[in-house]
């Protein structure tokens, strides 16, 4: 069918419970869906501008690269203490009750994992593993602190309390004076470290794609939560299920890229509205 003249409403929860009841749901995260947890969304309609760094800046000016992970030293030890909330909660629910199929998540915060929701496809990477651009080798990103602490003792102390910096979800945290920080190599072929993370001008393995496709096929209905679907590599599964029928609904503070594509659009906060849908979506037809 033709996504330009798919019909789109501005809902009510009324209105996404009855697009989505009886259907086996795939669910399409974003950072709007982590920000009750206390990691703040990149392009909510609240959130203040922010540049992320490319993949090209990092892996090709020293500069950056020190940059990062000064900022990333003291940023990820926030997200690392970060709990889910009622929406992620909500997920797991109707997980449980086989509403919910899985999810594919733009987030790298593990939140969904940490809540309990078993089939998760993170397709932007996880915050907790770095790994080496020249040999491949992967290590835990607890092992690399350790030997960036090492390196820059007292670093975290000097530039202020985390509560002090702003995070960002990437695990990022703005800090201005990295000048004197030292970076770690890798430990196997001195190679570049890289966070497990797929930036800005990176492309999301094709092998990780085919199962987010193959999820949103075997699903029948999209859910989108808390993501304005500004990057192609989550506004394509939304193309995806709309050109093959499926009813899309999205959930999100503002609009959203996908929009066009949707059944049904409800401009709220996801974890009240996760939640609600947890009490009252039924359980989909099993067929006879």
């Not at 490319?54 to 892996?59: D, P, S």
């Not at 797929?198 to 808390?226: N, Q």
């Not at 066009?260 to 359980?283: C, F, H, I, K, W």
Request: hydrophobic content about 40%; overall charge negative.
């Amino acid at each position: 069918m033709s996504t330009d003249a798919r019909p789109v409403t501005t809902a009510s929860l009324g209105d996404v419970v009855d697009a989505l009841a009886g259907h086996r749901l795939t669910v399409l995260t974003g950072a709007g869906v982590s920000t009750d947890s206390g990691i703040p969304d990149y392009r909510g309609p609240d959130s203040p501008p922010r540049t992320p760094m490319t993949f090209q800046q990092f892996v090709g000016d020293d500069a950056f690269r020190r940059h990062y992970w000064a900022r990333n030293h003291v940023g990820w030890r926030h997200v690392h203490r970060t709990l889910p909330n009622t929406g992620h909660k909500a997920l797991v629910a109707l997980e449980q009750r086989g509403v919910v199929l899985g999810i594919i998540t733009q987030n790298v915060d593990l939140l969904h994992e940490a809540a309990g929701s078993r089939r998760v496809i993170d397709l932007h990477g996880r915050y907790d593993r770095v790994i080496c651009l020249q040999c491949g080798t992967v290590i835990s990103r607890r092992e690399l602190a350790d030997r960036l602490e090492a390196l820059n003792p007292g670093f975290v102390e000097e530039v202020g309390a985390v509560g002090d910096v702003e995070i960002a979800p990437d695990a990022d945290a703005v800090i201005e004076a990295t000048s004197h920080f030292r970076v770690a190599d890798c430990a196997v072929c001195g190679g570049m470290l890289k966070p497990d993370i797929v930036y800005f001008g990176e492309t999301v393995p094709r092998e990780r794609v085919d199962r987010a496709y193959a999820l949103v096929d075997e699903g029948d209905a999209l859910l989108v939560a808390g993501s304005s679907l500004t990057v192609q590599s989550g506004l394509r599964f939304v193309r995806h299920a709309a050109q093959a029928g499926k009813p899309v609904v999205v959930v999100n503070r503002g609009a959203t890229r996908g929009d066009r594509y949707a059944t049904v659009t409800l401009n709220a906060g996801t974890s009240e509205t996760l939640d609600e849908l947890a009490q009252v979506l039924p359980s989909p037809h099993t067929g006879a």
